[in-house]
């Protein structure tokens, strides 16, 4: 007979190294800590605000313009040729909720988290004009309804109830967005996020740091920007033959494992302090990792095992600095060409 | 440092490694799995003064942490770049290698929220109210997960399995 417990306790063993430690938990709780206590500032503000400006708005006609995408197609003069990793939407306020600055850019749009006093609830993705390769699988419609006098649609991703739902609806024409929903966000608090949101464009992502050497044709394909802490600063990278299939059609990328497994990462935490030596780059399993006292920083690398002379030598190459637009922080040899 | 921030800091130290396990469990990917125990053990952080009990407390965060992880738009992708990874190599090839893959492969099929519950019930010993409690859901939900979990298992498995805390059930 197997007892389940000793299976359970057998499958999380032969655990990997732990990433963090804990001045990087104590630092991402002070900085929860203070987004919590801005987002009530926020809200002061904003409240007081409302109280002043809701008799002038009501007593103004509906002076609403339908949404125009701008500058999201528009090649940013710094990268011509490449790919742009873009902001589509900027920070803003529905009641209670909050949508965040993007934290998330790639090559099918951006993210930002909705939350409501400093808790994450949903997220807004807004996908660029002419993007529609992504694919949730056979989910199921909750039924349609309007967004700024646009179709939308409430769907839940996969088949099994309980999976997660949200609201795609067209910001504009051959444009889509979605808003993901949660047990704490409802469908009529996704809709007003929906109904708020307006395009924005020329908006260029930035890192904190400037990588000199990426291994391989490694192409950049995702750019987390830590603005969604605790999550760490990443950029993702898959090789050309992978990006292509990614792009073409998701799906089949998601169903391959050689193709899913052609990926690399490298990403930034700060760390004042570690339990890795300073200035030496350690690989072990596809993982390497290098502490940095003086810029107070953790930088890991994550791919094949056969790439860690690779990573290495990329980890050795990143110069850490404040704002660098993506564009200018990943060599050109890296860049997706555009289509 | 406040003595409070140092009762914190011991508290992490002591607990992460097991957190992180219970979540890898719940969500199946070790990298999520990490990012649910910053983002729990960074909330607990927030609340660490007006917390009575800190062990329930970080466990019911960190595994509803590790289900809203699967939950997020972006957590396919991420999980593909992690899984992208080999496991690490194994010392050998003993049953209990084959063990471990075979139950993570079978803990696979099932729902988050599902393995959050007979991952609270078979490894941490919890009642059907305490995992009610730390997942904020109903005790029936509870009970209906811990029975269709179960049925899941041992069709992949066989009927070999044995567990505690069944006649709970």
Avoid at chain 1, 7 to 20: C, D, I, N, Q, V
Wanted: charge should be neutral.
């Amino acid at each position: 007979m197997k007892q389940l417990s000793d299976l359970l306790r057998e499958a999380k063993a032969e655990a990997p190294p732990l990433r963090l430690d804990v001045d990087n938990v104590v630092a991402a709780g002070r900085t929860r800590r203070r987004r919590r206590n801005t987002g009530w500032a926020l809200g002061a503000v904003v409240t007081v605000a409302a109280t002043i400006a809701v008799p002038q708005v009501l007593a103004r006609p509906e002076t609403r313009r339908p949404p125009v995408v701008a500058a999201t197609s528009a090649t940013p003069s710094s990268s011509p040729g490449f790919f742009p990793f873009r902001a589509l939407s900027q920070p803003y306020r529905v009641g209670e909720l909050r949508v965040e600055e993007p934290h998330q850019m790639g090559v099918d749009g951006s993210m930002a988290r909705i939350e409501r006093d400093g808790e994450e609830m949903g997220a807004l993705w807004i996908l660029p004009p002419g993007v529609s390769n992504f694919t949730w699988g056979d989910g199921v419609s909750l039924g349609s309804t309007t967004v700024n006098g646009r179709r939308g649609e409430y769907r839940r991703a996969g088949k099994e109830t309980g999976g997660p739902e949200y609201l795609e609806w067209q910001y504009a024409e051959g444009a889509t967005a979605l808003v993901w929903l949660s047990p704490r966000l409802d469908h009529a608090e996704g809709k007003a996020v929906a109904e708020a949101f307006e395009p924005v464009g020329d908006v260029p992502a930035t890192v904190g740091f400037r990588l000199g050497y990426v291994p391989g044709d490694y192409q950049l394909m995702q750019v987390n920007t830590g603005a969604a802490a605790p999550m760490p600063m990443r950029l993702s990278f898959l090789t050309t033959e992978a990006a292509l299939v990614r792009l073409r059609d998701d799906q089949a990328f998601a169903a391959d494992d050689e193709l899913r497994g052609a990926a690399l990462s490298v990403s930034l935490t700060r760390a004042r302090s570690s339990r890795y030596p300073d200035g030496e780059v350690e690989c072990a399993e596809g993982e390497c990792r290098l502490w940095r006292k003086d810029a107070g920083v953790l930088l890991q690398a994550k791919g094949l095992p056969a790439e860690e002379p690779g990573m290495k030598r990329m980890l050795l190459s990143v110069t850490p600095a404040e704002d660098v637009p993506v564009d200018d922080a990943v060599p050109a040899s890296a860049r997706l060409p555009r289509r | 440092m406040s003595d409070r921030e140092a009762e914190f800091r011991e508290f992490v130290a002591a607990r992460m490694e097991s957190l992180r396990g219970l979540a890898y469990l719940t969500c199946g990917d070790w990298q999520v799995a990490e990012d649910a125990v910053l983002a729990a053990l960074s909330r607990v952080y927030v609340k660490w003064s007006r917390v009575d009990n800190p062990d329930a407390y970080a466990r019911s965060a960190v595994v509803r942490a590790a289900i809203d992880e699967t939950r997020r738009p972006w957590w396919r992708r991420e999980k593909a770049h992690s899984h992208a990874m080999p496991d690490r190599a194994e010392p050998d090839a003993t049953h209990t290698v084959e063990d471990r893959l075979h139950i993570r492969a079978a803990l696979a099929t099932l729902p988050p929220q599902q393995r959050a519950v007979l991952v609270l019930r078979f490894l941490e010993g919890l009642s059907v109210r305490q995992t009610a409690a730390a997942l904020h859901c109903p005790e029936g939900t509870v009970k209906a997960y811990t029975s269709r979990g179960l049925d899941a298992l041992r069709r992949i498995l066989g009927n070999d399995l044995e567990v505690r805390h069944e006649a709970a059930v």
